[in-house]
């Protein structure tokens, strides 16, 4: 959360710094602001969003090729003018932007106010640049070593970039637990949280580790410090991001976009580990540790949200195929509940920004205890990629709606493809219920092009159901998580209370709720279950909720007593979710459009949770 963006070169850095800004605004959007230095340090800020800020700039002066910028999700501090990023240093003479949580602020602040220092804002942000200033000062220190001594007198996580009036030729950066990446262009260098700021200019990009301190600097380039003072040498990556991917396209917003990508998205995921032709899938990341993956006595999988409902469509595929038994934990409790795990377990984590603040902790407690960890990522370079024994990534590319959509099915699709591979090696399914799933897998791109044919239908169906105040989304078996996640799109994106549950335990107290004016969801498409759902949705019927049916072309039997249907192409029961889950998305979406929601920044929300 936060989004943080610098420039040091030769250009005009304010240009650059909108543009990335703009790019980094999933990550929050509370209040922006920028810092130019061009002799004098000129500091803009402003409450909402960047296209705020850059109104209330108009045309003062942002001349200065060296700058920084910042987009917040408040933590410390109502989102205001005062509290938004950049903060100044008590004599303006230093200048930071910050993503994390200073845990131990407080007593910080309280020193530093017994040394006469005054505070304008309610941040633990601009307690660290006084905190930056005073070692400054006292021991007549460099930037970058005030910079040092500074942090290792906090606690918590932090990535940080500073600015010094009287150094005016380099910026300062460091990180702990929260993203930075440099990018190396020709006497010039970038620094943000993520790529897509700097890929427009440059591919070649460091990826700061923890406790890392990077000093860009115009006269002697750029320098990677640890806590220590000891040099490091930063190892340069290729970036491979295209521009349009970080672009709407012609979409009025990224998640539609994102819905639209699937077909492509999860075609990428597969591409070089199934072949359908051929009959076979493996997973170049699970190679190493195949033996102990295959022979452990648990997979442990622990995530957030929406990646936690990929978590549980996993415990159905790996159990079911591979045989292996399955716990799947919100990460968040699993790290504070004093978990049991072994060296004989595997821990699974699975997020798309690879930076999650809880996901990231429970790795950690699981490599304390001796467990294999295994990373399921789309940001490439991201934290959770780096800190896990093994991994793979779901090649989704930039996710930049805050709701998940592509990244969901992207992940669903790595762990049909970790399940097939893991069953085949232990033998728990048949050569030849192996080579159908093969061939069925394969055909899921299509199978989701096809399901996106139903956006017309879903929007008839969007209209009639805008202006519920609830909703219910019921699935059985494999479709139980994808009725979680179409509650949470619902949620998260068009403010309309909604709550997922497995069809059967309806009965069992929700069905109080159903009355005319209750919405309920009902994926119907798994077909062993098909009987079940159709009692359940009788049950819904007797009491007069309206029922919209998710069935597979052709189910007469549902068309008959729903009040709505939407079709979609049927597939094997285990892929079910990858495609029930494409009028889930849709729904929202449309939803969130007619109520005048911003579909693609939700309130209160951010793409990556860097903290707990
Ligand atoms: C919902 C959504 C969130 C994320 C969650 C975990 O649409 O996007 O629930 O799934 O914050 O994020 P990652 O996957 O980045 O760990």
Redesign the pocket.
Known sequence: MCGIVGYIGGKDAYPILIKGLKRLEYRGYDSAGVALLNGSLNVYKKKGKVNDLVDFIDDSNVKGSLGIGHTRWATHGVPDDINAHPHLSGSERLVIIHNGIIENYAPIKLWLQTQGHEFKSETDTEVLVHLIEKMQKDGDLLIEEAVRLALSKVVGAYAIVVIDRMDPDKMVAARKSSPLVVGIGEDEFFIASDATPIVEYTNQVVYLDDNEIAVLSRKEGLKVLNMENEIKTPLVHEVDMKIEAIEKGGYDYFMHKEIYEQPKTIDDCMRGRLNAQEGWARLGGLEQYKKRICNADRIIIV????????GLIAEYLIEDLARIPVEVEY?SEFRYRNPIISERDVVL????????A??LAALELAKKHGALTYGI???VGSS?ARITDAGSYIHAGP?I?????K??TG?VTLLSLMALVIAHERGTISTSRYQELITELGQIPRKVEEALTCDERVREVSERVKNATNALYLGRGYNFPVAL?GA??LK??SYIHAEGYPAAEMKHGPIALIDENMPVIVIATNQSAHEKIVSNVQEVKARKGRVIAIVNKGDNIMKDIADMVIEIPSTLEPFTPLISVIPMQLLSYHIAVMRECNVDQPRN?????TVE
């Open positions: 995530a957030c949200g929406t990646s936690w409902h990929a990460a984590a699975i997020s798309q920004s690879g930076e999650t809880d996901t990522c789309n940001v959770i996710e709606g805050v709701a998940s959509t990244a969901f992940q996640e949470l799109k998260e994106i929300l951010a793409k990556s949770v």
